[in-house]
T-cell receptor, first 112, second 115 residues
Framework: GENVEQHPSTLSVQEGDSAVIKCTYS??????FPWYKQELGKRPQLIID?????GEKKDQRIAVTLNKTAKHFSLHITETQPEDSAVYFC???????????FGKGTRLHILP | DAGVIQSPRHEVTEMGQEVTLRCKPI?????LFWYRQTMMRGLELLIY????????DSGMPEDRFSAKMPNASFSTLKIQPSEPRDSAVYFC?????????????FGSGTQLSVL
């Protein structure tokens, strides 16, 4: 079955700097890669996603890249702000059943 | 729509007791997922249903765990007997249609503490 590895487990960056979180997946049939943000005590919420027919997607300060050959995908946050502090989860999903497997998460700290 | 509704929000029980967690997916969603979240293991997929049918329960830790979905608007996750290592946050989530690659909507979770 699918296995998603996520690094780093913890990341601290200075406010205004960029943050990068990386994930790898094992199942070449995975075709959908969402990213979820979970604030303390809250539920995970989708922030951005990418499909396997696209190499990069951007939404304001957030971007995701996908390398299907290497089975890598990454989340990039630019100009980080205090409200970006949270746990971020990558995930991979395979059709037709949408079995969605998550990485273990990255705790992002934005330092003042 | 009120979103995915889970109950209870918090459950404290003693080892050996039966625990039942409940979930109501968003109306019209036909796929439902149960996840367990711990610091060490992150978000683990326990089981998921499509059109009320269990598709994959390979993530269920052991026979003490069982899940049902008797109809499109209700699912339960039961632990019997419970153990301290079951302490975690249990999330239910739903998606509109399997294979659609759409957003997964999470409930608020149930914080389970087994003493």
């Amino acid at each position: 079955g699918e296995n998603v590895e996520q690094h780093p487990s913890t990341l601290s960056v200075q406010e205004g700097d960029s943050a990068v979180i990386k994930c790898t997946y094992s199942d070449s049939a995975s075709n959908y890669f969402p990213w979820y943000k979970q604030e303390l005590g809250k539920r995970p919420q989708l922030i951005i996603d990418i499909r396997s027919n696209v190499g990069e997607k951007k939404d304001q300060r957030i971007a995701v890249t996908l390398n299907k050959t290497a089975k890598h995908f990454s989340l990039h946050i630019t100009e980080t702000q205090p409200e970006d502090s949270a746990v971020y989860f990558c995930a991979a999903s395979t059709q037709p059943d949408d079995k969605i497997i998550f990485g273990k998460g990255t705790r992002l700290h934005i330092l003042p | 729509d009120a979103g995915v509704i889970q109950s209870p929000r918090h459950e404290v029980t003693e080892m050996g007791q039966e625990v039942t967690l409940r979930c109501k997916p968003i109306s019209g969603h036909n796929s439902l997922f149960w996840y367990r979240q711990t610091m060490m293991r992150g978000l683990e997929l326990l089981i998921y249903f499509n059109n009320n049918v269990p598709i994959d329960d390979s993530g269920m830790p052991e026979d003490r765990f069982s899940a049902k979905m008797p109809n499109a608007s209700f699912s339960t996750l039961k632990i019997q007997p419970s153990e301290p290592r079951d302490s975690a946050v249990y999330f239910c989530a739903s998606i509109r249609e399997a294979g659609s690659n759409e957003k997964l909507f999470f409930g608020s979770g149930t914080q389970l503490s087994v003493l």
